[in-house]
């Protein structure tokens, strides 16, 4: 198994940049749309409870982390270009590892099992990107006439 720390990071930070400026966005909606006093110190408080309180701001909170993820994962397997499904899920170590320090520094709102839910399965969003570079790899090496790998290596190496 062979590991690659510049998929594995570059594909963490994709997550987490890109989830940060969707956030940021996602936010700027809320308080435009909201009529929310910017200058309150209390905004951020505010913002989080308009998207908990909504069913679809929270679900676009949760497609937007889960898109990021996808993504994240894609980016470390296409970095990697071998064994593209252990360095997609590894790339979720900065995604896993800031999930656990909200949760233990209780800065984020919302109840902690579905912080824990979503933290436990964040790798497996990680996982589907990777699968999806794996499996774009395997039919881009395939053989148009037999649609057969076009060599005996196997994929993921």
């Known amino acids: 198994m062979k590991l690659s720390s510049k998929g594995i990071v570059i594909g963490g930070l994709v997550d987490v940049v890109l989830s940060v400026v969707l ?5 700027v909606y809320v308080v435009l749309s909201r ?9 951020h408080h505010a913002i989080a409870v308009a998207i908990q309180s909504s069913t679809g701001l929270y679900g676009a909170k949760l ?33 896993v590892g800031i999930g656990a320090y909200c949760l233990f520094a209780a800065t984020v709102s919302e109840s902690q099992f579905a912080q ?42």
Do not use: H, M, Q
Request: hydrophobic share 55%; with cysteine; proline share 3%.
């Open 63 to 95: 497609a937007i982390g889960i898109a990021c993820s996808v993504l994240g994962g894609y980016v470390a397997a296409r970095l990697a270009r071998r064994d593209e499904l252990v360095n997609g899920i590894l790339a979720s170590w900065l995604c």
């Open 35 to 43: 009529g929310l006093e910017v200058r309150d110190e209390r905004v």
């Open 116 to 157: 824990v839910v979503c933290i436990a399965i964040t790798p497996l969003w990680y996982l589907l990107g990777a699968f999806l570079a794996y499996s774009l790899r395997a039919a881009l090496d395939a053989d148009p006439a037999t649609g057969k790998a076009r060599s005996n290596a196997p994929l993921g190496r």
């Open 23 to 27: 956030g940021v966005a996602l936010a």
